[in-house]
């Protein structure tokens, strides 16, 4: 019984769970007649499907070469959104709307309060929790809302199409930062920096560390792709491992030391730009001119209290 | 370290002009891998295999696409519109409050491990009218169309700016968004392994001085505004 429950409640379920969901979504678009890109979405996320559901069992070059299938989808411009726009319902259901989304963070905590109490992973146990949160949720969402399993499952295609491929970046990023950490481009970049920074003044690593994660986010308008470059050639080898600091905060220290660099540069158009034109803004950079002064003192404040709390902590 | 090491650096390079120049993003950081185990002098076969590993390891990252359909459900039986009416329920005497206001509202939906397209879902359509019309009593003219220009582009400006501050601060306070999880997978390829919870604790201190200074700069909008009106 414990083994049942075991493999219900493990990683590789919740993925399998996940790979099911994303076939449905390739389903209902192949059934899509009118989805412009109706064949080269639908295969995409069936890959991504086979992917969640075997990548466990798959031999790697097999779940490599699939990758790789989805990223030239991809980048034939295959993959989009269909057309049907997301209509709103009559019923009107006041506050209890709320239930099923709160539904969601509510089991993925309570999942993994109650792994903590058994003494188990509770990382692990909040991913589990996610999965399990999720399918909750659904049931919820149809009992309150009396909606259709198929109004359910066409609802979430729409947001996972509205997002599109742009959803796997993160995965993709982690995926990068391995590949980084074989091919040795930390040590490179640590290396370099330790010519020109003594490896003994935490203080300068610590801006240096934080000085490249906004200034790499700056240029690529998006902290999640400077996180693995600066984590791997900075944080890691000359903060965390030299100075035996907290590797949970000073990663995600240095995550927000990026969200800084964010604020401030036009690359993050969709938080930055797009506003300044749905607001009618007359000043294309209005946005950014008023989160400036945030920004850099946020951004101080980053390197002061990571440098505190290695050193005195 | 031989001469052609830093060749090695070529992903870096392909990333930041990939991503610059606005090219499709997967298909960047893809080529970069793949030119960076090149380099590297790793067999093809080796970096596809190892690509394909990495990708496998790190379908956490993605595993919120289970949420999307119970999110997708309430959103068509007006989830979005009763949000708009709870953040109308907080409607505050001046801009500034509001904003201060609508920033937790932020905070508070990030930790719940929420995603919320803010700018065109409230933004627009909610916080601006909201702002611009607690601004127009603190200017004392009757209609939100007399606000000055100058006011009218720093409220807007200051809106979208409550939006961000939440948006990027509150998030990393859920453990299942993607920036937290993203860090817990680079961690662990690295060898780091770390509790998911212990990095939203150590998001807490920055998420707190966001706020403070988003209230800070908040308030400052506030005496400005009511400093104008004698102008």
């Known amino acids: 019984m414990s083994e049942l429950a075991r493999s219900l409640f493990s990683l590789e379920a919740v993925y399998a769970l996940t790979g099911a969901v994303l076939w449905v979504f390739a389903g209902l678009t192949f059934a899509d007649r009118g989805h412009p890109r109706r064949v080269g979405s639908g295969l995409f996320w069936s890959i991504l499907g086979v992917i969640f559901a075997f990548g466990g069992v798959l031999p790697h070059l097999v779940t490599g070469l699939l990758v790789l299938a989805m990223v030239a989808l991809d980048g034939a411009g295959q993959v989009g959104r269909g057309a049907a726009a997301g209509g709103v319902a009559s019923r009107r259901l006041g506050d209890r709307i709320f239930l099923p989304v709160l539904v969601i963070p509510l089991v993925t905590f309570g999942f993994a309060a109650g792994v903590r109490l058994l003494g188990g992973d509770v990382s692990r146990g909040a991913l589990v929790g996610l999965g399990v949160g999720g399918v909750a949720a659904m049931a919820a969402g149809l009992v309150i809302t009396r909606g259709t399993a198929r109004e359910l499952m066409e609802e979430g295609r729409r947001l996972n199409e509205a997002m599109g491929a742009v959803n796997l970046l993160p995965q993709l990023l982690a995926s990068l930062g391995v590949i980084f950490t074989a091919a040795k481009v930390g040590d490179l970049i640590a290396g370099g920096i330790t010519r020109v920074i003594p490896g003994d003044s935490l203080f300068l690593l610590v801006l240096a560390n934080c000085v490249g994660m906004a200034l790499f986010t700056i240029v690529m308008g998006n902290s999640f792709a400077a996180f693995p470059v600066i984590a791997t050639g900075v944080l890691a080898p000359l903060i965390i491992r030299p100075f035996g600091a907290d590797p949970a905060m000073a990663a995600i220290i240095t995550l927000t030391a990026g969200s800084s660099g964010t604020l401030m540069t036009p690359m993050a158009a969709n938080f930055n730009i797009v506003p300044t034109a749905l607001l009618g803004m007359r000043d294309q950079y209005g946005v950014i001119k008023f989160q400036l002064p945030f920004a850099l003192t946020i951004w101080a404040l980053h390197v002061v209290l990571m440098w505190l709390l290695i050193k005195f902590w | ?231």
């Open chain 2, 1 to 231: 370290m031989n001469d052609f090491a830093w060749l090695k650096l070529i992903g870096i390079v392909i990333v930041v002009v990939g991503l610059a120049l606005r090219l499709r993003t997967t298909l960047v950081v893809v080529a970069a891998g793949l030119a960076t185990g090149l380099v590297a002098g790793m067999p093809p076969a080796g970096i596809v295999e190892l690509l394909g590993r990495a990708f496998a390891e790190n379908r956490f990252v993605t595993l919120f696409i289970v949420t999307l359909p119970a999110v997708g459900l309430a959103e068509r039986y007006g989830l979005r519109e009763q949000a708009a009416a709870l953040i109308r329920r907080f409607a505050a005497a001046t801009a500034g409050r509001l904003l201060i206001v609508y920033q937790l509202f932020r905070v508070l939906m990030g930790a719940l491990g929420l995603r919320l397209n803010g700018h065109p879902a409230f933004v627009r359509p909610l916080v601006y009218p909201m702002s611009i019309g607690a601004a127009a009593s603190t200017l004392g003219v009757s209609r939100f169309e007399d606000v000055p220009p100058a006011a009218d582009e720093k409220i807007k400006a200051a809106v979208a700016g409550a939006e961000n501050y939440g948006n990027f601060y509150g998030q990393n306070l859920s453990p299942v968004q993607a920036g937290v999880l993203l860090v817990y997978g680079v961690l662990q390829g690295l060898g780091l392994g770390v509790s998911i919870w212990r990095l939203v604790l150590f998001a807490v201190p920055v998420t707190a001085l966001s706020v403070i200074l988003g209230a800070l700069q908040f308030r400052r909008l506030d005496g400005r505004l009511a400093g104008g009106r004698d102008e």
